[in-house]
């Protein structure tokens, strides 16, 4: 595998593994472990295994490859299913302040033996003793042999390999029996461990792409699904704890994230800071520099009272006066249906710009009755 980054680039790489035989006997095709090192470059720097590389195993979800599942390094086990295709997802992550260069490394990928198999090699008390016993008996044989006739050393010798020879015989290493004559790889495979050592390389260009992307992602996450996946209370330490997690997780991606709850029809309250901009945290979420976009909530869409109304106006007058106000949106709608709808997006458009000129509106746009979906959302700038 070679691959071509940037710094403060990811590029990621798939791994296919299907067995062309099995060796369980417990459902699955075997188990293989995956081993990883750094990358090294020729002057001596390093993409550093479980930090810059990363490996995830591809899991279906509903019949579908879809999940990946983070494996620890630099030693990873899967198991394999008989004729189906597992695969790997590694991914190199180059930091800004990475020297250019060529940076390689190897992955090597082993069948190992069955469990049962394995257990069986674990030797009893009793034969541990028997196995002590035959090698100090054979190192009192060759030990005393200072002074002696070459011919009475030829003779402890003999001995001593005749007890090696016959311990050599013993089950636990059977598996390294040497097979004098020529036997075919898919039978060798099934007695031995065969691994493959695969040459992993990454070039890393001497320009760094820049923190904050120049076309804003969003991805929109529901508190509802939070509070429901994770067992949640709205509001709870733990509620704010996991769309924290969400936030920095997604960030890692170069995607802008937001949350999100409806309201009555399709109205949306799209927030990408679960706190108030005058609260301390706040400042951390919309001036971290890896976010190109943010959502503000636009109170009135669950509740019209005047005290939405005027936290909403605070919490404005508070961002207009910060330089990321520029990353800054409202969300309002999702999937407008009719002129009606369109009509209250524009009334709540004209509300915001009433106190903020140059607010950008976001809108998603729905195709009638063929249930088509424009999948990219556009940032308007809608005039009244």
């Known amino acids: 595998v070679s691959l071509l980054a940037a710094r403060n680039e990811r590029e990621s790489v798939q ?3 299907r067995p062309k035989l099995s060796w369980a006997s417990s459902g699955i ?3 293989v472990q995956i081993q990883c090192t750094d ?3 020729a002057s001596g720097d390093r993409l550093v295994v479980g930090e810059s590389l990363t490996m995830r195993h591809v899991v279906p979800i509903l019949g579908v490859p879809d999940a990946l599942v983070p494996l620890d390094l630099p030693i990873a086990q899967i198991n394999l299913l008989p004729g189906e295709t597992t695969s790997i997802w ?5 930091p800004a302040g990475q020297p250019p260069g060529n940076y390689e490394g190897q992955i090597l990928i082993t069948a190992l033996k069955a469990n049962a198999e394995m257990s069986a090699q674990v030797l009893s008390k009793a034969e541990k003793y028997n196995l002590h016993r035959e090698l100090k008996s054979c190192l009192e044989i060759v030990e005393p042999v200072d002074g002696k006739p070459l011919d009475e050393v030829a003779e402890i010798l003999k001995s001593a390999t005749s007890s090696l020879k016959r311990l ?3 089950p636990v290493f059977q598996e390294f029996y ?6 075919d790889m898919m039978d060798e495979d099934a007695f031995t461990n065969i691994s493959v050592n695969m040459k992993f390389s990454v070039t890393v260009w001497d320009f760094t792409l820049p923190l904050t992307p120049s076309l804003p992602a969003v991805f929109g996450i529901s508190e509802t699904v939070i509070e429901d ?3 949640l209370e709205h509001g709870s330490k733990g509620w704010y704890d996991a769309l924290d997690r969400h936030f920095k997780w997604l960030l890692q991606y170069r995607i802008s994230p937001y949350f999100c709850r409806w309201g009555d029809s399709m109205r949306i309250l799209a927030y990408t800071c679960p706190w108030p901009a005058d609260h301390p945290r706040s400042e951390e979420y919309y001036s971290d520099p890896r976010l190109a976009a943010y959502a503000v909530p636009y109170a009135p869409i669950l509740s019209c009272s005047n005290e939405a109304r005027d936290s909403l106006r605070k919490d404005v007058e508070i961002l207009k006066s910060k330089p990321h106000w520029q990353k800054a949106y409202f969300y309002l709608w999702d999937e407008p249906l009719n002129s009606d709808q369109y009509e209250l997006i524009r009334s709540m458009s004209s509300d915001i710009r009433s106190y903020a000129p140059d607010a950008r509106i976001l809108t998603t746009y729905y195709c ?7 999948c990219s959302c556009l940032l308007l700038q809608c005039n009244a």
């Open 178 to 183: 040497e097979d004098n004559g020529s036997c």
């Open 168 to 170: 050599l015989l013993w």
């Open 229 to 231: 996946r994770f067992a």
């Open 90 to 94: 590694v991914s190199v992550d180059v």
């Open 368 to 374: 009638g009755k063929s249930y088509l979906i424009i």
């Open 15 to 17: 791994i296919a593994l």
């Open 29 to 31: 095709a075997g188990t």
């Open 39 to 41: 990358l090294c470059s």
